[in-house]
């Protein structure tokens, strides 16, 4: 009698475990979909600020310590800044430096009146 008891109480527990883990892979509602759009649409709303504030915090710093060199421009046409050991970089849209070479290093062209 006790064999019987405990075969059915593990027969019900399989079930159960199986009735669950079909549950889990249903497709969501319009309402959890809605809410993981929401978290992906703060999720990129946040990375963009971040990258902005690195890219404004840098380029300040960038022009109190480095020198800017006129006339020159990086090749997505930011300005140029002068290390303390003469290396040349511009700072990208995400607040990082980035080096350059001599051949990568464009005139900025002047405006006419």
């Known amino acids: ?3 019987k008891y405990i075969i059915g109480l593990l027969s ?3 079930l159960g475990g199986l009735t669950l883990s079909v549950n889990a892979q249903e497709k ?8 993981q759009h929401t ?3 703060i999720d990129k709303g946040a990375k963009s600020v971040g990258n902005k504030t690195a890219e404004v915090a840098v ?3 960038s022009k109190v310590t480095d020198q800017v060199w006129k ?3 990086a090749p997505d046409g930011s300005d140029v800044y002068i290390d303390s050991k003469n290396k040349k970089y511009y700072v990208n849209s995400k607040g990082a430096k980035v080096w350059l070479k001599a051949s ?3 005139t900025r062209m002047v405006k006419k009146n």
Request: aromatic share 0%; charged share 35%.
């Open 104 to 106: 990568q290093i464009k």
């Open 71 to 73: 006339g020159k421009m």
């Open 39 to 41: 978290g992906k649409a």
């Open 59 to 61: 380029k300040g710093a």
């Open 1 to 3: 009698m006790k064999k």
């Open 28 to 35: 969501k509602t319009e309402v959890g979909k809605a809410i």
């Open 12 to 14: 019900v527990a399989l």
